[in-house]
């Protein structure tokens, strides 16, 4: 009888351990998961950015289909502001098209600083405001 309730208690508290081990990595996973969806999505932009400054450095000025396709597909997806910035502009318009995913690459640099909790650059633009001893 003895043995038996040791045994129910090394059991309990595996099964507590396992629980409380399996609740940290949880709870791990949701503060690292948006930080590499961030990292993912600044790679996937790089992709298409060096997609489309070849093209503006071999002198196109319109937009081939298939990376208009890659862009859409990307922002139906993962970004709705680009998605939306990419429907106002032509979309025949290379140079627009580069613009707005450099924007929205951008603006997903920020929102990674933000979760990182480490400054970005606007922050540093107040910091270094003109009058600023240390703006050069």
């Known amino acids: 009888m003895i043995q038996e309730m040791a045994m129910s208690t090394r ?3 595996y099964e507590s351990a396992v629980r409380d081990m399996t609740q ?3 709870e791990a996973e949701l503060m690292h998961a948006p930080v590499r969806l961030a ?23 319109v937009l081939p289909e298939d990376i208009r396709d890659l862009v859409v597909a990307y922002a ?3 970004d709705a502001q680009l ?4 429907q106002r ?6 140079n627009g098209v580069h613009d707005a995913v450099f924007e929205a690459q951008g603006r997903v640099m920020l929102e990674l600083a933000e979760l990182r909790r480490v400054p970005n650059w606007q922050d540093l633009d107040l910091t270094l ?3 600023d001893d240390e703006a050069a």
């Open 83 to 86: 998605a939306d910035r990419i």
């Open 39 to 61: 990292y993912w999505r600044i790679a996937a932009m790089d992709t298409l950015l060096d997609r489309l400054e070849e093209l503006r450095l071999a002198g196109e000025r």
């Open 89 to 94: 502009i032509d979309p025949d318009d290379l």
């Open 129 to 131: 405001a003109p009058g």
């Open 24 to 26: 940290a990595a949880a």
């Open 11 to 13: 059991a309990t508290a």
């Open 76 to 78: 139906s997806r993962h």
